[in-house]
């Protein structure tokens, strides 16, 4: 019996191609209709709604405020000025507009420096005792929020008027100040919970002392909510207008908010000159905003996610 041997060919192995880097596939956006929810058009005809509401005032002063007085009446109040002028600023700002701003600007300053030094080391205070005395404070603070200016304008022009600062600047400055210490105290002491205990406590074992771990630890950190309070505090006293109607009288201590109401007398059918201290009254809050805006949403929502 013979054995058959079959001669096999030699199998080489294919040559595949070398894998590279396979284009990834592109991503496809969802859509609202394939995901089977209706575009909100309710929601963008309020939304472009409020948008208008906003806008069309705003653009009413500017506009306005760069017409001529004789314009005025006669052309659309909607329509940009044929002959825009700085004839306005001009009148403005030669009616002592520039004392006013000064005196504003002095209360501003100095009522959000003495609420930051108050309301931060109050906050700290508040974050690391847990005692009784924190607790009864923080409260304490937070029933400052409830009362209202109104309610407490004659015991504060009782209380001016007994101190001998009636018509002052710092008749503004006081009762700015306390009044702003509740709602700053509340917005720092949400953010400073947010600072993780650890750094606290790796400080405590470096030996550091409760002064040190304020200045070189919640300073830094606090940042967002410093600008937040610094500029809601100065937004309030720079539209205030019921303490300085009622503390104040004469024109060397006049602040904005009280001089645009005195413009309306002086300025009887100038329009345009009104609306132009409107204008001028509004940038130096306005450019604070812009350059704090991170921050200032940042510090808003501090505290309140968890």
Known sequence: MTATTHDTAPVTPAIRP???PQPSPRRRRPSLLRAGQAPNVLGGLAGTFWLLVTIVPIYYIVVTSLRPREEYYSANPLSLPANPTLGAYQRVLEN???LYFANSAIVAVATVAVVLAIS????YVIVRNRGRFARFSHRLFLLGIAIPIQATIIPVYYLIVQLGLYDSLLALILPGIAFAIPISVLILTNFLRDIPTSLYEAMTIDGASHWQMFRLLVLPLSKPAIVTVGIYDALQVWNGFLFP???????E???LPLSLWSYQGEFAVDVPAVLAAVVLSCVPILAAYILGRKQLISGLTAGFSK
């Not at 931060?120 to 906050?123: D, F, H, I, V, W």
């Not at 109607?245 to 024109?251: C, E, R």
Request: no cysteine; glycine share 4%; aromatic share 4%.
């Open 18 to 20: 070398e894998a590279g």
């Open 96 to 98: 002592e507009f520039l």
């Open 120 to 123: 931060l080391l109050a906050s």
């Open 245 to 251: 109607l009622v503390l104040t009288q004469s024109s």
């Open 253 to 255: 201590v006049r602040v």
